[in-house]
């Protein structure tokens, strides 16, 4: 699965609540990545989110993405962040067939994160 926001600040934020400075590695980077008007991309609906769904390392949460992701029936979903509820995630589906000819690089990014957010 790979998980992706749908801006910057976004990713960010959903990097900083998993961030542990041991496993940061020395050069970070962000992917802007294109993804095509015909890719099949789930709108997972707020109504199938349990009433827990914003609690950190959800099982409920991960067997759905884990099911969603086996189906291999969408590139992708889009769903709400926990971190930021009015914005979204979409979690891609690398296994999914001509994933490569619907969601692409289109720009690779260096980051120097502000040290102020590490603190």
Do not use: C
Not at 81 to 90: F, G, K, P
């Amino acid at each position: 699965m790979l998980y992706t926001s749908e801006n910057r600040s976004l990713a960010l934020l959903e990097t900083l609540v998993h961030y542990d400075e041991v496993d940061t590695p020395p050069d970070l980077y962000i992917l802007s990545i294109e993804i095509a008007a015909t890719a099949p991309i789930y709108d997972f609906p707020d109504s199938d989110l349990p009433g827990d769904w914003r609690e950190a390392e959800n099982i409920i949460l991960k067997l759905l993405g884990s099911s969603m992701m086996k189906t291999r029936k969408h590139l992708g979903f889009r769903t709400r962040s926990a971190v930021l509820t009015e914005e979204y995630n979409i979690l891609l589906n690398p296994q999914f067939p001509n994933f490569h000819h619907l969601a692409k690089i289109i720009q690779i990014t260096p980051y120097q994160p502000d040290n102020r957010l590490f603190d």
